[in-house]
């Protein structure tokens, strides 16, 4: 049992570059999430999927993009990328409503550097 | 959002020492999360206690919902130990977490 993959592990963009970031969970979670970690700060919300279809924004949604392409993959876009964007991401998924642990299992985080 | 504050936000420990880490938060949950994150980035789930108390090993958590605290209890402390550890609420789709505890475990 897997839980939360994400991929690339590491990637360096340079300003302006586009590329998207993977997610894919395989506990059958109807929600999934994007947080961005600044140095530092906890886990801001970038953008998160109540259930397969519908997605929704967060804290700080602004230059990216998300799509929930089934119930178990959610990705992250960014389209033009920024210094500002340089950042660690993580993917999240949330336990089934009325289950014992309701909770968010995490993946093993993006590291992204924008120069 | 859900304001989160986690106490204190640094603590320097020598092995084989006991300590206690504080979350308070400013509205009702329905869920509460402990986290430890480790050097390599990694963010651990350690606890899913909206409510009540819980152990694993060493870590034990209790959380007052009424009172809107929770207490994360680490007990003989090891190196391995030493990360940020987070607490987390919510009470719809948005976790919001504190700002950390940064532990340092010294041998």
């Known amino acids: 049992n897997a839980g939360v993959t994400q991929t690339p592990k590491f990637q360096v963009l340079k300003t302006g570059q586009s590329m998207t970031l993977q997610c894919a969970q395989d506990?059958?979670?109807?929600?999934m999430y994007w947080y961005r970690q600044d140095p530092g700060m906890g886990l801001r919300l970038i953008y998160y999927?109540?259930?397969?279809?519908?997605?929704d924004k967060g804290e700080v949604p602004n230059g990216y993009n998300v799509s929930r392409l089934n119930k178990r993959e959610f990705s992250l876009r960014l389209e033009s990328a920024a210094p500002s964007q340089t950042s660690v991401y993580f993917c999240?998924?949330?336990?089934?409503?009325?289950?014992?642990?309701?909770?968010?299992?995490f993946g093993s985080g993006t590291r992204l550097t924008v120069v | 959002g859900i304001q989160v504050e986690q106490s204190p936000p640094d603590l320097i420990l020598q092995e084989g020492a006991n300590s206690t880490l504080r979350c308070n938060f400013s509205?009702?949950?329905?869920?509460l999360q402990w986290f430890h994150q480790n050097p390599w980035g990694q963010l651990i789930n350690l606890f899913y206690?909206?409510?009540g108390t819980k152990q694993n090993g060493r870590l034990s958590a209790t959380t007052v919902a009424t009172e809107r605290y929770s207490l994360l209890y680490i007990s003989s402390s090891q190196t391995t130990d030493s990360g940020v550890y987070f607490c987390?609420?919510?009470?719809?789709?948005?976790?919001?977490f504190g700002a950390g505890t940064t532990v340092t475990v010294r041998a």
């Open positions: 999927s109540a259930s397969e279809g519908t997605t």
């Open positions: 206690i909206p409510s």
């Open positions: 987390a609420v919510t009470n719809d789709y948005k976790l919001s």
């Open positions: 999240a998924s949330r336990g089934i409503s009325g289950a014992a642990n309701y909770g968010y299992t």
């Open positions: 506990m059958n979670h109807n929600s």
């Open positions: 509205d009702s949950v329905n869920n």
